[in-house]
């Protein structure tokens, strides 16, 4: 059975219930990148054109990452965040995201380039890095391990998944062209580039996010818990192994979050009261003298009986 089933159909409902909200973000980055692409382009020659083209970059960038945080925000029914909310909760993120897939756009290159197989692999193996490090809060290194772990088992699916998505896209990219056609060749390219990654980016971050979900879920159920065995998501630091506290299947009390009910104080919640362990002194003063107890227990003799 295939774990993915039914994706492409959820995150077209999802897509159509938060379309305001989801195309509002996309629309925002792609106009603001658009309009300092092109006064880059206008204002400064080939520079102009280079630096514009490093917006564009950028600006993919963080369309990535908060489209990735706009479909986690959405999840539960309603999105939580604004627009500048989901900007600004994703920013953190804009590092790890940009250097894993410049990282990854290169080595698939190559992989394409060395009979097409290799690179599709890389595709299918890395096609959660982001949602990886955005809602994991994993760096862009680890990102690579985790995303292929997730997929390991499944990746004929991912990989068709996958296939599917980018037939839409290209089909929609195609109608789009034939319809700014009749425009001049800048501005319809421009509009084109614009309309297009609005309609589409959305629905690929909720296929690929969604694909993430179903994946995790898979994890989750063969016991390998949410986050590859831990607890709560790796933040990147060194702390506890990478992680911001303790990993709560083999922690600080030999696997137990706490100290484990049968043991700690000999199977006692906190020190018996009876004796047999440290008893804290007298609050009054210094700690009575103890009874001196000869070394033949013949001569020992219990002390008198307070007299009334």
């Known amino acids: 059975m295939n774990p993915l089933s039914g994706v492409l159909d959820e995150a077209w409902r999802m897509y159509k219930t938060f379309a305001k909200h989801l195309l509002a973000i996309a629309f925002v980055i792609y106009l603001i990148a658009a309009v300092i692409t092109a006064l880059l382009s206008l204002a400064g020659g080939t520079l102009g054109i280079l630096l514009g083209s490093l917006v564009s970059i950028v600006a993919a960038f963080v369309l990535q990452a908060t489209l990735v945080k706009a ?63 955005i809602i994991e809060r994993s760096g862009a290194m680890a990102s690579f391990g985790r995303s292929r772990a997730l997929v390991r088992g499944h990746g004929w699916h991912v990989f068709g998944t996958l296939v599917l998505v980018y037939i839409i896209m290209l089909v929609v990219n195609i109608v789009l062209s034939l319809i700014f056609r009749a425009l001049p060749h800048v501005l319809g390219e421009g509009l084109s580039s614009v309309i297009s990654g609005t309609l589409i980016s959305p629905f690929l971050a909720l296929v690929v996010t969604l694909v993430y979900y179903r994946l995790v879920g898979i994890s989750v159920a063969a016991g390998a818990g949410p986050y590859g065995g831990y607890q709560q998501p790796s933040q990147g630091t060194p702390g506890y192994g990478g992680y911001g506290q303790p990993p709560q299947d ?55 009986q307070s007299q009334r």
């Open 71 to 133: 479909v986690q925000d959405v999840r539960d029914g309603h999105a939580d965040l604004s627009i500048s909310q989901t900007v600004n909760e994703a920013l953190p993120y804009l590092a790890s995201v940009a250097g894993a897939s410049i990282l990854a756009g290169i080595a698939i290159t190559i992989g394409l380039l060395l009979l097409i197989v290799p690179g599709l692999f890389l595709i299918t193996i890395w096609a959660v890095i982001v949602p990886v490090i």
């Open 250 to 304: 083999g922690g600080n009390y030999g696997g137990y979050g706490q100290p484990p009910q049968g043991g700690g104080y000999g199977g006692y919640q906190q020190p018996p009261q009876g004796g047999g362990g440290y008893q804290p002194p007298p609050q009054g003063g210094s700690e009575p003298p103890t009874q001196q107890v000869p070394r033949n227990p013949e001569d020992w003799e219990p002390p008198p």
